[in-house]
């Protein structure tokens, strides 16, 4: 069984660029959630994928987007980046039979200059 | 909106002693609680679940509805958890459920 896996491990971009951050589920698993995870904080949900659909939306700004393919795999898009979005991006995967249960990846940790 | 507290930053204790990290929620609905660990150049992961009422790493958590508390205990500390901890409340709805996490609890245990 393959775990969750998340690319980059690090990135650096500077302001007003955009970024895109990859996830491949677990295998079995239909549900992807993205968190950020500012330094000394705990992760803040961003969003929920759900068979390719949106399905939930954290308090963040219609800059940050997703995609989720058919193979459930998932992407992040930040538009416009800004300095506060640096932080660690986390991605899990929820077993549909478990769905409480969220498997999280090793994370991607961004930096804006 | 729900929200959870993890009052202390940092729990410093001696090997074999008794630690508790306090965790406290606001929601309105009805409650699913987990603790969440991180261990040094780990990921974070799953370490119980309030509906399991089980103990996993001699870790323990009693849901208490009253003073809306999901406290994590262990009675003898050991060397291996130093870790964060961070405890979790999800909202399961029709649009989907979602982890809100507590800002963490770091424990260091002392030999």
């Known amino acids: 069984e393959t775990g969750v896996t998340q690319s980059p491990t690090h990135l650096i971009k500077t302001r007003g660029q955009q970024v895109t951050l990859r996830c491949s589920s677990q295998?079995?698993?239909?549900?992807v959630s993205w968190y950020q995870q500012a330094l000394g904080q705990g992760p803040q949900f961003i969003f929920q994928?759900?068979?390719?659909?949106?399905?939930g939306r954290g308090n963040f700004p219609p800059r940050f987007s997703g995609l989720q393919f058919p193979n459930y795999s998932s992407e992040l898009n930040v538009n416009a980046l800004e300095l506060d979005d640096s932080a660690l991006y986390l991605c899990?995967?929820?077993?549909?039979?478990?769905?409480?249960?969220?498997?999280f990846g090793p994370g991607t940790r961004l930096l804006v200059l | 909106a729900q929200r959870v507290t993890q009052p202390e930053k940092l729990l410093s204790v001696f090997k074999g002693a008794p630690v508790e990290l306090k965790c406290n929620y606001s929601?309105?609905?009805?409650?699913?609680l987990f603790w969440y660990v991180q261990y040094s150049r780990q990921r974070l992961q799953l370490l119980l679940r309030?509906?399991s009422r089980e103990s996993i790493k001699g870790f323990t958590a009693d849901l208490n509805k009253g003073e809306t508390s999901f406290h994590l205990k262990k009675p003898f500390a050991q060397e291996e958890d130093s870790a964060m901890y961070y405890c979790?409340?999800?909202?399961?709805?029709?649009?989907?459920?979602?982890?809100?996490f507590g800002g963490g609890t770091r424990v260091l245990v002392k030999p």
């Open positions: 899990a995967s929820s077993d549909p039979t478990s769905a409480e249960t969220q498997y």
């Open positions: 295998s079995g698993h239909n549900t």
């Open positions: 994928y759900y068979r390719e659909e949106e399905n």
């Open positions: 929601y309105s609905g009805s409650p699913e």
């Open positions: 309030h509906i």
């Open positions: 979790a409340l999800s909202t399961l709805k029709a649009a989907g459920n979602k982890l809100t």
